[in-house]
């Protein structure tokens, strides 16, 4: 307990030094903070009373105890404290409250975020709380142990990483990026392996003693490229998807590699001889370690997939499905010593699209959300436990193998991208310059595997260990710090290209598909096997065998196109009700207009009376629809759309929102007329029936009708309106009038069942900005029938 | 003359009948495939005939021929020309395009096939086999081109051209909405409605009009085509390595 004492007593100290950064803070935040003292305090306020009563109690059993033999019973206790059973759990949520309130400071603190990358600062904060525990001569906790980093930090992080992983540009670099990961990593290795062996050699001090397999063994555990490390740097550069998934890619494939040398060198350096026959297994292995694991993950997506197929009855447990295959996975092939990492980013990758094919919408958003905090605390605790290691491990510096590994590690990056790169660029379509090949390089930072795997090694074997760890710490340390400090002003002075939001018209859309089919038929006439050639033909058999296997029926016909067009109608549709267009809509235009009956010359909706539209739309519904797109749209070789892990949906309307304004206003009219040329379906079509039935679990009783339809369906009526409810009471009816009609696509509006919304010309603005506000973010007021659903 | 000779050549070095010591070593060029590197332009013919002797001074007389390609890039494509000119007439007819499987399940195979056949005509030889593809060749663009006169096939203009053209069947300068829903027909297939085939032709059309401000035209002209194609990168988007 007392140990505990300590441990709250600095995350009081951490409180307080967060309280420091954040004075001068407005009022509110200030608030916050000081709440967060206050928590604090209260937290250590307990434990110190918890100890002083166990041990009493403690004395009270044996009195206890000897008094049995004197028949006395003791009065039955009214208030008994027992710190001791919930001691474990008690710590762990400390320390994630820990983590979570840090990460909170930092995002009050924008000037000081946007100097220091946050993963800088919850090194420091670690520092500071080991150097607290430390201080208070309490034994700090064995935070980042090996095993609980593999087994339980690492994967969210990873799976995250896979799941949300831009899977075409990583396709289209998959040659680059392997060879990155692959012969750089060994490069890295051996290089600086051997160099360091050669110093260790030449130096008149203990280090000769160290034989050059212990210096392969560092080389292979520092070489590595950390995924946790560069996912937290590269996502506050903002810099452009190719070189992001180039970095990414690369860190997240070396695993492989890694594993391979870590246990090979591991395995030699205790034997002391290396056959060539060693080699030829090790190799061997690295094909068995990486396929086995991508087998692994692929096998268990599949699984996933197919399981989801199947949920539609019990949607609320859907999102587990997801997570625990994925778990799975990671788990199976670390039993076989394959790479987790590997089996994670292939389980995520395989069934993602099938997954939300088949899931529901707030099963998709309780899943996004999920991996997002999940891997988001795991990340701040990496960092944070980073940092407690650092103060709590022992050190044994030796300035030159700790300079030159900082050294070395440096010289190998540089000449082993340059030098990669000369060779890459020859298959090349789009060349790497030299300034992507200045931000591969310096964007090489170690992190927290490493440390791990370091942490890893057995102290009989390796008596050097302690100096192993400390150089590998001082090299994490000078990436992330130095590195990952100065990437940021290096890329805005080299004006590295940054990634662009890019908005797609329909029309890019429709020519780009007809760009990849002309491709593709031209490579058939020249006869050459190409990107495009194989690309199709998996399509094809995506097509035709796997998503009739895996989803849900009438939901794998989906073509593209559709549902391209869709989301652009309800983004339309969105902004014209932002921009003050949606006051202006008709209130009685029938939500089955088609084209023919309004003609685009034809105005007369824009003098009929205000309504809201917005409040109506289902957030999640919203975020689902644009995340089938974003996954539908990344077909350009170029212009490739960013992730960040930690924002769920780029909000569109942040940035240049008043532009937005202004154009639309302009073109109110023009949209007004697009916005009502979408014929929708009939309120009893089949479509209606399986849209409602995929947003509301409770009307699973009424059976999903098949019928060869496209699936992207948008209402904007939520199932509270009183439209639907009538929609609902129809639904009877719809099971006898089936019709095999294609309604596919349908837009559906608003019927009279929303307030009147109207605001003076001057309030406009703001109130757009609130209900812009109330779009991006996704609060429990945005759609409040979300907690509904979870009832049985 | 220039067409010609290229066939020759092919043949020659498809033929193999050479022999080192009574081959001329002579340069040749092809407009439709800028390369700067003159070295690489290299192709052996028999000296022995003197009806190609002639044809050869002539070629290195026309000094139009600035650009080239190596060899080794269009004897794989005659290889290819001659693979679908199965019965060996030395051009080819549509029919012979339709012989491959996969072209033939491709929605737009038929507009591609199309692309290949200048008006009127029923068959396409080998020069215009190369210059169609020339399109897809890859550029290097931090290579000058040096006294290219003609603009080549695949200048960023040149390729959106080819790209209208395949939507423009008319060829009237235009696409029409009846023109975009034909390729939208063919690309989307019997899932989708007619009327939602509509919907989206209008929306193009309007939207193409919007972006490029210009008059509201029921088509989509090629400045308004351009304009919406200038986020897409058509230059990386359509080069295939093989015609490198």
């Keep these: ?792 | 003359m220039e067409t010609a000779l290229i066939k020759y050549l092919c043949r020659f070095i498809k033929n193999k009948n050479t022999k080192t010591d009574n081959l001329i070593l002579f340069r040749y060029s092809f407009t439709e495939w800028p390369d700067v590197k003159e070295s690489s332009i290299e192709a052996t013919f028999l000296q022995k005939s003197s009806r190609h002797r002639l044809m050869l001074s002539s070629l290195t007389q026309s000094a139009v021929l600035c650009v080239s390609v190596s060899s080794s890039h269009l004897l794989r494509l005659y290889e290819r020309f001659e693979s679908l000119d199965r019965e060996n007439r030395g051009h080819l007819r549509k029919e012979d395009f339709q012989a491959v499987r996969e072209l033939s399940m491709n929605p737009v195979g038929d507009r591609i096939i199309g692309s290949f056949f200048s008006p009127g005509q029923e068959t396409v030889d080998f020069p215009s086999f190369v210059q169609v593809l020339a399109h897809f060749r890859h550029t290097e663009n931090d290579r000058i081109r040096d006294g290219a006169q003609k603009e080549p096939a695949n200048s960023t203009a040149r390729r959106l051209k080819f790209v209208f053209q395949l939507y423009d069947q008319d060829r009237d300068g235009k696409i029409s909405r009846a023109e975009l829903l034909q390729v939208l027909r063919e690309m989307l297939g019997m899932q989708v409605t007619e009327e939602q085939l509509q919907s989206i032709a209008e929306r193009a059309i309007q939207e193409a009009n919007q972006e490029a401000n210009q008059d509201k035209d029921d088509a989509i002209s090629f400045d308004e085509f351009r304009k919406s194609m200038e986020k897409v990168n058509i230059d990386h988007k359509m080069s295939i390595r093989f015609l490198e």
């Design chain 1, 1 to 792: 307990a007392g140990q505990l004492v300590k441990l709250v007593r600095c995350d009081h100290i951490g409180g307080l030094f967060q309280h420091r950064a954040g004075s001068g803070r407005s009022l509110p935040e200030f608030g916050l903070l000081l709440l967060v003292i206050f928590v604090l305090l209260e937290g250590s306020l307990l434990p110190l009373g918890a100890a002083s009563s166990t041990s009493k109690s403690c004395e009270e059993a044996k009195q206890g105890h000897t008094e049995v033999h004197n028949f006395t019973k003791k009065a039955f206790p009214v208030l008994g404290v027992d710190y001791g059973h919930i001691k474990n759990p008690f710590e762990i949520s400390l320390w994630v409250l820990l983590a979570c309130l840090m990460k909170l400071g930092f995002h009050l603190i924008p000037r000081l975020s946007s100097i220091v990358p946050e993963s800088c600062l919850l090194i420091v904060v670690g520092l500071l709380v080991g150097g607290l525990i430390k201080l208070a001569r309490e034994e700090v906790p064995p935070v980042l142990d090996s095993k609980f980093f593999f087994l339980y930090l690492l994967p969210p992080i990873i799976l995250d990483a896979g799941y949300f992983l831009p899977i075409r540009p990583f396709m289209e670099n998959l040659g680059t990026i392997l060879m990155f990961a692959v012969i750089g990593t060994l490069w890295n290795a051996f290089f600086i392996g051997g160099l360091l062996y050669g110093i260790c050699q030449i130096s008149n001090s203990d280090l000769t003693a160290i034989g050059i397999l212990p210096c392969l063994l560092f080389g292979s555990i520092i070489s590595a490229v950390d995924p946790v490390a560069v996912l937290a740097v590269f996502e506050e550069i903002h810099i452009n998807e190719l070189l992001h998934i180039l970095v990414f890619g690369e860190s997240l494939l070396n695993d492989a590699v890694t594993v391979v040398l870590y246990h090979l060198f591991e395995e030699f350096s205790v034997d002391g001889s290396v056959t060539v026959l060693d080699g030829i297994l090790g190799v061997i292995s690295f094909l068995v370690v990486a396929l086995g694991g991508v087998l692994f993950g692929a096998m268990y997506g599949f699984l996933a997939a197919l399981t989801s197929r199947f949920t539609s009855h019990t949607r609320v447990i859907e999102p587990l499905f997801a997570f625990l295959y994925s778990y799975m996975a990671y788990l199976s092939a670390e039993v076989f010593h394959l790479s987790g990492i590997m089996a994670l980013i292939a389980c995520g990758a395989v069934m993602r699209p099938y997954i939300e094919a088949n899931i529901s919408h707030k099963s998709h958003t309780t899943i996004k959300y999920f991996l997002k905090m999940l891997s988001s605390v795991s990340e701040t605790l990496i960092f944070i436990f980073l940092g407690v290691a650092t103060v709590d491990g022992r050190h044994s510096w030796n300035w030159i193998f700790v300079t030159m590994s900082v050294v070395l590690c440096l010289v190998a990056r540089v000449i082993g991208v340059v030098g990669l790169t000369f060779i890459i660029n020859k298959f090349r379509i789009v060349k790497l310059t030299t300034k992507d090949q200045f931000i591969i390089a310096y964007g090489g930072l170690r992190g927290a595997i490493a440390f791990s795997l370091g942490f890893l090694l057995k102290e009989d074997h390796f008596h050097m260990r302690d100096m192993f760890l400390t150089a590998i710490i001082t090299v994490i340390f000078f990436t992330v710090f130095v590195q990952g400090m100065t990437i940021k002003p290096l890329v805005e002075l080299l004006a590295v290209k940054k990634k662009q939001e890019a908005k797609r018209s329909i029309n890019e859309e429709i020519h780009t598909q007809f760009l990849d089919h002309l491709l593709t038929g031209i490579e058939d006439i020249c006869g050459h096997y190409g990107h495009h050639h194989w690309k199709d033909k998996l399509n094809r058999f995506n097509k035709k065998y796997v998503k009739k296997f895996l989803i849900v029926s009438e939901r794998s016909k989906e073509p593209q196109l559709i549902a391209f067009y869709h989301k652009m109608e309800m983004k339309q549709a969105i902004q014209l009700v932002e921009s003050g267009g949606g006051s202006k809509l008709p209130s009685a235009v029938p939500s089955t207009v088609s084209m023919q009956n309004i003609q685009p010359k034809n105005p007369p909706a824009t003098t009929k009376p205000a309504e809201r539209v917005l409040p109506q739309l289902s957030k999640g519904r919203e975020e689902e629809i644009r995340k089938i797109l974003r996954s539908n749209l990344q077909r350009t070789r170029q212009r490739l759309h960013s992730y960040n892990r930690h924002t769920l949906v780029a909000d569109p309307y942040e940035d240049g929102f008043s532009d937005l304004i202004l154009k639309k206003q302009r073109m109110m009219i023009k949209e007004m007329t697009n916005y009502l040329t979408v014929p929708a379906a009939a309120p009893d079509s089949p479509t209606m029936v399986r849209a409602r039935l995929a947003s509301d679990p409770q009307s699973y009783n009424m059976k999903p009708v098949s019928g060869g339809v496209p699936t992207i369906q948008v209402d904007l009526a939520s199932p509270q309106s009183p439209d639907s409810v009538r929609l609902l009471d129809e639904l009877g009816e719809a099971d006898g009038k089936e019709q095999e009609k294609d309604q596919g696509l349908t837009m559906k509006l608003p019927g009279g069942s929303s307030r009147p919304n109207k605001p003076g010309e001057t309030e406009n603005t703001r109130e757009q900005q609130k209900l812009t506000r109330c779009l991006s973010d996704p609060g429990p007021s945005a759609d409040e029938d979300e907690d509904e659903p979870f009832l049985p």
